[in-house]
């Protein structure tokens, strides 16, 4: 499994991005995939979560209602829409895949085991 995130940039207050983080390697079948951000001084926090079948999703409450993760598997790409930014979104963007075994954590950073490299999200005011 390699990740590659890009669709990161800066936008004002309000605006829209759209996160891709594609996987050259394994397919996305049975696959958890998420993402998660991260502020200088803080902790790697969650944000949005896709089951391997794609018809569970979750997402941390700060971004429900605004941002919608999805699966394209021919692509092997997920996407992460963000809308309504806030400078609060303000962040690295990190895609990450778990192996669909068990029961799996979604929101855990700790149960994934692959991870892409950051792309960073700048809102401003």
């Known amino acids: 499994v390699q990740l590659q995130a890009c669709g990161g940039g800066s936008v004002q207050t309000g605006g829209s991005l759209r996160l891709s983080c594609a996987n050259s390697?394994?397919?996305?079948?049975?696959?958890?995939m998420a993402w998660f951000r991260r502020t200088p001084g803080k902790e790697r926090e969650y944000v949005a979560a896709?089951?391997?079948?794609?018809?569970?999703?979750d997402y941390a409450d700060s971004v429900k209602g605004r941002f919608t993760i999805s699966i394209d598997s021919v692509k092997n790409t997920v996407y992460l829409q963000m809308n309504s930014l806030k400078p609060s979104d303000t962040a690295a963007y990190y895609c990450?895949?778990?192996?669909?075994?068990?029961?799996?954590?979604?929101?855990?950073?700790?149960?994934?085991?692959?991870w892409g490299q950051g792309t960073l999200v700048t809102v401003s005011s």
């Open positions: 896709i089951s391997w079948s794609g018809d569970i999703t």
């Open positions: 990450a895949a778990a192996a669909a075994e068990g029961s799996v954590r979604l929101w855990v950073p700790g149960e994934y085991k692959y």
């Open positions: 390697g394994r397919t996305f079948s049975r696959l958890h």
